[in-house]
C-alpha cells in the first residue's frame, strides 16, 4: 500500500548542480502536484499536471521544470540549483473531481543547496 | 486565483479544552472543496476533515469539526478534548476540480498543547 512515494528522501546539492526529483502514485491519480515548503510561507504550488502528458505552473514555478510522461510518474528538475531552492518538496495527488478529491501527499524531500 | 488564508501563526490550548483554528479564503467559483490537513513533526501530511462547498452541513470527524459559512468565505476548524496528540502545524486548504484542478494551501498555525 504505497500511495505517493518520493525519491530521494534527503540532498545535498552544490550551486548549479542539477537534479531530478521523481514522485510516483500507484493510486491511478489523474491530478499531481509539486509543492515547496517554507517556514512561515506554508505549501506553494511549483506545477501541477492533470493528465498525463500536462502540465501547468503554480505559484512559483521559476527554476523548476517538470514532466508527466507516465501517467503514474511526475518529476520535477532543477536545472542549475540556487541556495533559494534550498527547502522541503513535497509531491501530492488526488483523484479528478468532484468525489474523492482529498490529496495524498508523499513524505517529503529535504533538499539543501550549498 | 484562490487565496487561502491564516491569521493565526501560532496558538496553543490546555490538554483537554477546546481550540478554534481561523481559515479564510477567496473564490469566485461556487463548486470547491476545504480541507484542513495536519503535519505532525513527522513531516507527513494527514487529512484531518473536508467539507464540500454544496453541502450547508459542517462536517464532522469525531473530535474535530468546522463551521463552513460559504457567504463569509470561512472556514474554521475546532479540534475538542485537545490531545497531545494534536499538538502539530494546521493548515487549510482549497481544492477545485473540473477546469480548476489547483490545490492551494494557506500558512499554517502551529498548535501547541499544555499538559
Known amino acids: 500500500n504505497a500511495g505517493v512515494t518520493q525519491t530521494p528522501k534527503f540532498r545535498v546539492l552544490k550551486t548549479g548542480q542539477s537534479m531530478t526529483l521523481l514522485c510516483a502514485q500507484d493510486?491511478?491519480?489523474?491530478?499531481m502536484y509539486w509543492y515547496r515548503q517554507d517556514p512561515g510561507m506554508g505549501l506553494r504550488l511549483i506545477h501541477y499536471?492533470?493528465?498525463?502528458?500536462?502540465?501547468a505552473k503554480g505559484e512559483v514555478p521559476d527554476g523548476y521544470n517538470v514532466s508527466r510522461l507516465k501517467k503514474q510518474n511526475f518529476l520535477l528538475g532543477l536545472e542549475s540549483a540556487a541556495p533559494s531552492q534550498t527547502s522541503v518538496y513535497f509531491c501530492?495527488?488526488?483523484?479528478?473531481?468532484?468525489?474523492?478529491?482529498?490529496?495524498?501527499f508523499g513524505q517529503g524531500t529535504r533538499l539543501t543547496v550549498v | 486565483a484562490q487565496t487561502v488564508t491564516q491569521s493565526q501563526p501560532e496558538m496553543s490550548v490546555q490538554e483537554a479544552e477546546t481550540v478554534t483554528l481561523s481559515c479564510t479564503y477567496d473564490?469566485?467559483?461556487?463548486?470547491?472543496?476545504l480541507f484542513w490537513y495536519k503535519q505532525p513533526p513527522s513531516r507527513q501530511m494527514i487529512l484531518v476533515i473536508r467539507?464540500?462547498?454544496?453541502?450547508?452541513q459542517n462536517a464532522t470527524e469525531n473530535r474535530f469539526s468546522v463551521n463552513f459559512q460559504k457567504a463569509a468565505k470561512s472556514f474554521s476548524l475546532k479540534i475538542s478534548d485537545s490531545q497531545l496528540g494534536d499538538a502539530a502545524m494546521y493548515f487549510c486548504?482549497?481544492?477545485?476540480?473540473?477546469?480548476?484542478?489547483?490545490?492551494?494551501f494557506g500558512t499554517g498555525t502551529r498548535l501547541t498543547i499544555i499538559p
Open positions: 501530492a495527488s488526488r483523484e479528478a473531481g468532484p468525489v474523492n478529491t482529498e490529496a495524498f
Open positions: 493510486m491511478n491519480h489523474e491530478y
Open positions: 499536471s492533470v493528465g498525463e502528458g500536462t502540465t
Open positions: 473564490t469566485s467559483e461556487s463548486d470547491y472543496y
Open positions: 467539507q464540500e462547498a454544496y453541502k450547508q
Open positions: 486548504a482549497y481544492g477545485g476540480y473540473f477546469g480548476n484542478e489547483k490545490l492551494t
